[in-house]
């Protein structure tokens, strides 16, 4: 797993939610690589872990201000996605089954 941009409090900030690029080799920013999933095996996925991780101020993305209207218009998005990509997967499954009970003698 690579760099990261992650969308997370700054308290030096009045707390707001700012998105900061985290570099691979930051003390205290710790991945592993999700292995052995079921579905989605194409998307490489990790377990992210911040321990003490200090980001510096140079690395505050100065043009992401606002998650509400940035990133999570995205995310709003792309859940839609996900959701349909269940359901057709549900639908395919019991279509195949309903084929199979059918044919079954």
């Known amino acids: 797993m690579g760099d990261c941009i992650v969308w997370a409090r700054n308290a030096n900030d009045g707390n707001r939610i700012q998105a900061f690029y985290v570099d691979k080799g930051s003390k205290g920013f710790i991945t592993s690589k999700i292995e052995r999933k079921y579905s ?6 990790a377990d992210i872990k911040f321990d003490n991780c200090f980001v510096p101020d140079k690395n505050k993305l100065t043009h992401a201000k606002d998650f509400a209207t940035g990133t999570n218009a995205i995310l709003e998005a792309s859940r839609l996605l996900v959701a349909w990509l269940a359901a057709g997967t549900a639908v395919g499954a019991y279509e195949a089954a309903l084929k199979y009970a059918l044919q079954r003698k």
């Open 40 to 45: 989605l095996r194409s998307v490489h996925n």
